[in-house]
């Protein structure tokens, strides 16, 4: 199981060190290939005055730097094509988020890099359709790209996980990835997204045992503080333990899961 972590927004080099830190010797200790994630600019915001980044080339640069320092690889979302060639001077992987799994223009201009592409499948997505949008990517010639869960909306201000999604997405013979926290978000709930933290624990223990290739996942020293996406992000100090769990899961499901 690979594993993509790191904050939700790159909002300063301590920040981004300090979850490195952590999460690179655990995942170089237990032989798990993580690539070190963030986002130099959050498009997506509820509100208008919702804080959306530091600045694009200093955030990116700050993510490239740490990949450096850690010597792991990192990816990073992109928002349109012209982001595309922007960003891919710094990271080492693309991330299509939720709402733009089905624009076509962006998810060639990733797959064109030949880089990894992370495609998150949109809230109102069937694993059908992400499928569609993985065949898009594939198209380029770029095999290396994975098909991410993050739940459904259902009704307003919330979201579902169908595990069957997994299993249709994975029975295509693509990889899945299953994001831990972005699936247990409110979206919108008021001017800001709130979520329920206390289910992801609950959530990522069922979707190891139903056998998926990769976790997503955000960390931060102190989410209270952070400047997005602040209820479902888990705290660093808890990061260790939270895998810990997890890993042991795999070990057990893996001789049981085979699609």
């Not at 690539?35 to 200093?58: H, M, P, Q």
């Not at 919330?158 to 994001?179: A, K, P, T």
Request: hydrophobic share 40%.
């Amino acid at each position: 199981m690979f594993l993509l972590a790191g904050p939700c927004l790159v909002e300063s080099k301590s920040v981004v060190e300090e979850v490195a830190s952590v999460i690179v010797p655990y995942c170089r200790q237990k032989g798990i290939e993580l690539f070190l994630k963030g986002s130099y600019r959050k498009a997506n915001r509820t509100s208008v005055g919702s804080f959306e980044g530091i600045g694009d080339e200093k955030a990116l640069k700050i993510l490239s730097e740490a990949g450096e320092h850690f010597s792991v690889p990192t990816i990073t979302d992109i928002h349109s094509v012209a982001d595309v060639g922007i960003a891919d001077q710094y990271i080492s992987a693309f991330q299509i988020p939720a709402f733009l799994a089905r624009q076509t223009d962006i998810l060639l201009a990733a797959g064109e890099t030949g880089k990894p592409v992370n495609i998150k499948k949109a809230q109102f997505m069937s694993p059908h359709d992400a499928i569609k949008a993985g065949a898009k990517v594939a198209s380029t010639g770029n095999s290396n790209f994975w098909l991410c869960e993050r739940g459904t909306f259902f009704g307003y201000n919330d979201l579902v996980v169908d595990f069957r999604s997994m299993g249709i997405m994975r029975s295509e013979g693509y990889e899945v990835v299953y994001d831990a926290t972005h699936s247990l978000q409110r979206p919108s709930i008021g001017s800001e997204s709130g979520g329920y933290r206390e289910m992801i624990p609950r959530m990522a223990r069922a979707a190891v045992a139903s056998g998926i290739d990769g976790l997503f996942l955000e960390t931060h020293p102190d989410p209270k503080l952070a400047k997005s996406d602040s209820a479902t992000q888990i705290p660093l100090t808890e990061f260790v333990d939270f895998m810990d769990m997890l890993l042991e899961i795999e070990s057990v499901a893996s001789k049981y899961t085979t699609s």
